[in-house]
C-alpha cells in the first residue's frame, strides 16, 4: 500500500536552514506529481511546493517562494524540501503527498524559533 514517511524536521533558529525527506513506496514514484503542504493548528493544509514526475518542473506558494526548493530522486524513491532563510510563521507539520491519493503521511514537525 501506498506509504509516505516523512523525516527532518525540528527546532531552527530564524534565519536558519532544515532539509526535509520523504521516502516513498507502494506506488511508481517516477510517473506521479509529488507535492509538500504544511499544517498549522486550527487551519487547512496549506500547498507549499510541487515538483513534475521527473523533477524538472517545479512550482510555490508565494509565501516559500524564492526560500524553499523542491526536489527528488526518482532513483530512490525520495522528495525533498530544501528550507532557508526559516520564518517563525514557516513552523508547522509538514507533509509529502501524491496527489493521486488520498493518504497522508504522519508528517514532521517544523519549529522556528529563538
Known amino acids: 500500500q501506498v506509504q509516505l514517511v516523512e523525516s527532518g524536521g525540528g527546532l531552527v533558529q530564524p534565519g536558519g536552514s532544515l532539509r526535509l525527506s520523504c521516502a516513498a513506496s507502494g506506488f511508481t514514484f517516477s510517473m506521479y506529481v509529488m507535492t509538500w503542504y504544511r499544517q498549522t493548528p486550527g487551519k487547512q493544509r496549506e500547498l507549499v511546493a510541487e515538483?513534475?514526475?521527473?523533477?524538472?518542473?517545479?512550482s510555490y506558494a508565494d509565501s516559500v517562494k524564492g526560500r524553499f526548493t523542491i526536489s527528488r530522486d526518482n532513483n530512490k524513491n525520495r522528495v525533498y524540501l530544501q528550507m532557508n532563510s526559516l520564518k517563525p510563521e514557516d513552523t508547522a507539520v509538514y507533509y509529502c503527498k501524491n496527489p493521486a491519493f488520498g493518504y497522508w503521511g504522519q508528517g514532521t514537525q517544523v519549529t522556528v524559533s529563538s
Open positions: 515538483v513534475s514526475k521527473d523533477g524538472g518542473s517545479t
